[in-house]
């Protein structure tokens, strides 16, 4: 078997690898080899990438569909017709008595453009439902609404990844890059190397804060001031762009007055972040012409994410940063397919090419492409967290077709998730794997995974990718696209439904003609010989975009747009009751909802187990040792986990990590207070209280 070029199944850096070995059969054994042309990782994978062919053969692989005869009995395995029939048979008939909005799709940021896109368009012209959204909505939205506010457009990091090792500053606010994507550290380290200073602000003294030059600590939820008080001190100091400024900004007046109030004392007081430490940082983030401010999801998962965002790019935009050259302000996506997730019509208010659903314009060109009438097509829905809480309602949703999402472990308040799914009259979930999730379903279609079909992913740089096909999926397994083609068939939908990726990739190029993520001048042949290509891409002569904004941000004058934005704290502060804050996030081993990696030896042996991070003070105080099992309560739940003692936390904030199921599931505290804007729950802070227990 020759080496086959691809990229890795997780995270969104997506590494470049080769899939090779002795067999191209299922269940052969395959070598993982990283690819030194790929510039995201040059050569590096982290453990996740080197053991991503694991996922090919996990024991508990699903082979054949499965269906319960009623709610209360066993999933059994069925053919793919009696599968396929009882999906056809609930949709018509709950939406012949409910209505086209009581079938609901929730989708995934894992999910290849050419799968987001037709599930987009089966939601809105096979089942005419305006109920879809998808789990991207857990990850980067407060960047997007943030971005979009600002600049008329998001699209991940501002440039190719290789600019930042060439920056003077790296501002990473709320981003753990040495454990979620290890990689991307060596453009840091390029950056150091070269006389960089990389700055992180984290409530946890991170592996990548401990690389870091200098390390801001905060309150969790107190981010939003930090960055008011980092541009007040830009202010007082001078180190304000004025040219660029007057130039290519509006609105910073009514920003200069808000962050007047926060003075630094005052933001130290709300932080706990030293004033010095405020001033260095923004002093090295002002002394050269190229830096970057980054955020990722400790700045973004928070009830005022948008807003906390929004401060973040106020403070690049006061420096001069966005729009030039090997600068700017970045989101870090997560999930693999994070960006081209999002743009190609998952979203509940979006349709493809990263369009407005209730735009007039928008509608009638996605329209024309599907063959059918704008006034046909559904309007905005519900957000994903409001679709999961109103399903089996009297106004919700009576049946939802889940792909490649397990929100019984990622999304917040799990167990009152599980009771609307469990609320469901029918529940249809297409994954590789027996989730969490899919175990509720009644139907449950068994799909094809990354290395067994072909497609296209968007890397966090905006790099559209080629993700190769390197063995043939096991008997009894169809793709996503082949199960979409066969329910619109059998529902019969307009349009044309193909199953080979190539084919929809060429009518997703025609859908985003001419929208902000315009994928219309970028092919496969083009993807292959150029190593990708970025977006926009508006003809097949055009070279790509990888540094947009250069002369023009997407805004109606050009220019981008100050927003002033206040501190308010969390949605839920500590009290006596609940006198500790909680923070969730990632470890090195596992991705999202560990659906995929925890049924991979090596990454199971590396992390079996949650586990609660906390400060041998606070432990002491509590009585509790290294090791022991800890109850951690929240007025949603309680989780109990093994307690983990380090001083790299502070003393007011412990930390679980939300990959696992079960009782030491993390999300079975978060709150689920959503961001007025985007719409993202609040999993970065809420408050809870510990309590030792005999046995985890
Ligand atoms: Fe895969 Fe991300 Fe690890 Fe790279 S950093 S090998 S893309 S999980």
């Not at 793709?479 to 979409?484: G, N, S």
């Not at 001419?514 to 150029?530: C, H, L, N, Q, V």
């Not at 199921?661 to 993202?680: F, I, K, Q, W």
Request: proline share 8%; aromatic share 6%.
């Amino acid at each position: 078997m020759t080496d086959t070029p691809t990229h890795c199944p997780y995270c969104a850096l997506q590494c470049g690898m080769s899939l090779g070995g002795d067999a191209a059969e299922p269940g052969g054994p395959l070598r993982v080899t990283p690819r030194e042309d790929v510039p995201a990782n040059r050569g590096g994978l982290c453990q996740k990438g080197w053991t991503a062919a694991e996922m090919l053969t996990v024991p508990d692989r699903l082979t054949s569909p499965l269906m319960r005869a009623s709610r209360d009995a066993p999933l059994e395995p069925c053919t793919w017709d009696q599968a396929v029939d009882r999906v056809v048979s609930e949709i018509t008939r709950l939406q012949g008595a409910y209505g086209p909005d009581a079938v609901a799709v929730f989708g995934g940021g894992g999910l290849t453009n050419e799968k987001a896109y037709q599930l987009g368009k089966f939601a809105r012209i096979a089942l005419r439902t305006s109920q879809i959204d998808y789990n991207g909505r857990f990850c980067m939205s407060s960047a997007a609404a943030a971005s979009g506010r600002a600049f008329g457009m998001d699209r991940g990091l501002p440039g190719p990844i290789t600019d930042l090792g060439r920056a003077d500053a790296v501002l990473l606010a709320g981003g753990n890059v040495a454990e979620t994507m290890p990689p991307f550290m060596r453009h840091l380290t390029d950056l150091q190397r070269a006389g960089g200073a990389l700055i992180v602000v984290d409530p946890r003294r991170t592996t990548t804060a401990r690389q870091a030059d200098l390390h801001l600590q905060p309150t969790p939820g107190t981010d939003l001031a930090l960055a008011n008080g980092l541009l007040h001190l830009a202010v007082s100091e001078g180190l304000l762009d004025e040219d660029y400024l007057a130039e290519r900004t509006g609105g910073f007046e009514a920003v200069r007055t808000v962050v007047n109030a926060y003075w630094p004392d005052r933001v130290e007081r709300i932080t706990g972040v030293p004033v010095p430490h405020m001033r260095e940082a923004v002093r090295l983030l002002a002394r050269g012409e190229r830096s970057y401010v980054l955020t990722a999801r400790g700045a973004e998962q928070h009830a005022r994410g948008t807003d906390m965002v929004t401060a973040f790019i106020n403070l690049a935009l006061a420096l001069g940063l966005p729009g030039r050259p090997g600068s700017g302000y970045g989101c870090l996506t997560g999930q693999g397919n994070g960006q081209g997730g999002r743009e190609h019509g998952q979203k509940a208010d979006q349709l493809p090419g990263y369009r407005r659903i209730d735009d007039p314009a928008a509608r009638a060109h996605v329209a024309a492409v599907w063959g059918v009438d704008p006034a046909d097509l559904p309007g905005p829905g519900r957000s994903a967290y409001e679709l999961l809480s109103a399903l089996g309602t009297p106004d919700g949703p009576k049946a939802m077709l889940l792909f490649g999402s397990n929100p019984v472990v990622s999304a917040p308040r799990a167990s009152a998730v599980e009771e609307r799914l469990d609320a469901l009259d029918f529940l249809a979930v297409a994954d590789f794997v027996p989730s969490e999730t899919a175990r509720r379903a009644d139907v449950v279609l068994p799909t094809a995974q990354w290395a067994e079909e072909s497609g296209t992913m968007t890397n966090l740089e905006g790099r559209v990718l080629r993700r190769r096909q390197a063995v043939r999926p096991p008997a009894g397994v169809r793709t996503d696209l082949q199960i979409l083609a066969v329910l619109a068939d059998r529902l019969q939908a307009p349009g044309t439904w193909s199953e080979e990726p190539a084919e929809v990739f060429e009518e997703l190029r025609e859908a985003s003609a001419g929208g902000p993520a315009d994928y219309s001048g970028i092919t496969y042949e083009r993807i292959e010989k150029e190593g990708g290509v970025f977006w926009p891409c508006p003809a097949e002569d055009h070279p790509g975009t990888p540094r947009p904004f250069l002369d023009r941000f997407a805004t109606p004058d050009g220019r981008a747009r100050f927003t002033p934005v206040e501190h308010r704290g969390a949605a839920e502060d500590v009290d006596p009751d609940y006198p500790v804050y909680l923070t969730t996030g990632r470890v090195l081993a596992q991705y999202q909802s560990g659906a995929q990696t925890r049924r991979v030896r090596p990454l199971v042996d590396a992390a079996p187990e949650p586990f609660v991070e906390l400060h041998p003070d606070l432990a002491e105080r509590l009585g509790i040792a290294e090791g022991a099992g800890v109850r951690v309560a929240s007025r949603r739940g309680a989780a109990t986990v093994r307690a983990r003692l380090t001083d790299a936390i502070r003393q007011d904030t412990v930390f679980i990590p939300f990959h696992w199921a079960g009782e030491g599931r993390a999300n079975l505290l978060t709150n689920p207070a959503l961001d007025p804007m985007s719409r993202m729950p609040e999993f970065k802070v809420c408050a809870v209280r510990l309590e030792p227990v005999l046995t985890p």
